[in-house]
């Protein structure tokens, strides 16, 4: 079955560090990868998305994720967090021609201020 | 736009009785979704509408969950003779399918079921 993996479960940093959090997937085809972020209290937001082209994407709040192909990786970026990055945040694959999203199950960010 | 909505919030139910969830998408987007999220889990996908079409179930999707959409706009979730398990927060999203944002998904609030 095809998945994604997100290799941190629980992430804790001071501001202004930066943040490299990881996501694999297993399928081979086209791909559509997606970053959600989930603060406190809120609903699933789109952080960024990579359908094509430019392999390295940019999204909000200063965040941006590198496609790598060769490595089935999507990581998301960040090279200062600040207190109100905590929240958590999930890796998602659209493979192909289904219109369904697989999610990773997620990393927890807890920013100490 | 005003969002993905969905209602109830919560909703606490005893075992055996069914529970039925409705999602409004976000008006333009003709694509519906419906996901369910555990505790320390991803959301995962149970069933998806383009217009009033089904056009894919997951096999989580059990005999006692039904989903429609009949006009392709608002959307509702049927659970018959909920099980504890079926405890869980059930999402909706909704995409366009064309345009710039192509097969972006927008989630609701989700509403939160607990099985007693």
């Known amino acids: 079955a095809q998945s994604v993996s997100q290799h941190n479960h629980h992430v804790i940093l001071s501001e202004a560090a930066s943040l490299e959090l990881g996501c694999n997937y297993s399928?081979?085809?086209?791909?559509?990868l997606f970053w959600y972020v989930q603060y406190p209290g809120q609903h699933l937001q789109l952080l960024l998305k990579?359908?094509?082209?430019?392999?390295l994407v940019k999204g909000i709040k200063g965040f941006e994720a590198e496609f790598i192909k060769s490595k089935f990786s999507f990581n998301l970026r960040k090279p200062s967090v600040q207190w109100s990055d905590t929240a958590e945040y999930f890796c998602?694959?659209?493979?192909?021609?289904?219109?369904?999203?697989?999610f990773g199950k997620g990393t927890k960010l807890s920013v100490k201020p | 736009d005003t969002g993905v909505s969905q209602n109830p919030r919560h909703k606490i139910t005893k075992r055996g009785q069914n529970v039925t969830f409705r999602c409004d998408p976000i008006?333009?987007?003709?694509?519906l979704y419906w996901y369910r999220q555990t505790l320390g889990q991803g959301p995962e996908f149970l069933t998806y509408?383009?217009?009033?079409?089904?056009?894919?179930k997951s096999r989580l999707l059990s005999d006692r969950f039904s989903a429609e959409r009949p006009k392709g706009s608002f959307s509702t979730l049927e659970i018959q003779r909920t099980e504890q398990g079926d405890s869980a927060m059930y999402l909706c999203?909704?995409?366009?399918?064309?345009?710039?944002?192509?097969?972006?998904?927008?989630f609701g609030p989700g509403t939160r079921l607990t099985v007693t």
């Open positions: 999203a909704s995409s366009p399918t064309t345009g710039g944002r192509g097969y972006e998904q927008y």
């Open positions: 008006s333009e987007h003709n694509r």
């Open positions: 990579y359908f094509s082209g430019d392999p």
């Open positions: 399928y081979g085809g086209t791909v559509n």
């Open positions: 998602a694959v659209k493979e192909g021609s289904q219109g369904n999203l697989i």
């Open positions: 509408f383009q217009n009033e079409a089904q056009l894919e």
